[in-house]
């Protein structure tokens, strides 16, 4: 009985060996970037301007900008507004900005560009009062795959 268990141990190990190395690596998008980017406050308000359809170029610091088209614009509350916008560049990489009007009528802004087949996205973090700064993420440890 023991040859057997031994056998089917080493089975086992290298079914996981396969399974571990079988996982397809994803590609990093923003590889020619660096891991941070600054960015005014002012350079999203053409994104919140534009309809759905209507297509738009971001500008952002160290030669970055994100063009595409806007396919939602939505006002969910009277103080919050969410626009998505399907890059030019790669049709699954999208742009995703929202604006919050605070109690005191400053705006705070949040957003992430992102796509499910890359290894890396930028998220939006707030420095100070009108400074923004995308900073580069692992996507694959922000996006968790559904297997439905």
Do not use: W
């Amino acid at each position: 009985m023991k040859p057997l268990s031994k056998l089917l141990f080493a089975l086992l190990l290298c079914l996981a060996a396969l399974t571990g190395f079988s996982q397809a690596t994803k590609p990093k998008i923003f590889s020619n970037f660096p891991n941070t980017l600054d960015c005014a406050s002012t350079e999203f308000s053409p994104a919140f301007n534009a309809s759905e359809g209507q297509h738009v170029i971001l500008h952002f610091s160290n030669n970055f900008k994100f063009s595409g088209t806007v396919i939602s614009n939505v006002v969910k509350y009277s103080n919050l507004q969410s626009v998505i916008i399907k890059s030019d560049d790669s049709e699954k990489t999208i742009f995703h900005l929202s604006k919050q009007t605070n109690a005191d009528n400053s705006l705070s802004y949040v957003g992430r560009i992102m796509n499910p087949a890359a290894s890396d996205g930028y998220q939006i973090k707030g420095q100070q009062a009108g400074i923004y700064k995308f900073e580069k993420i692992e996507a694959d440890k922000v996006l968790l795959e559904c297997n439905l």
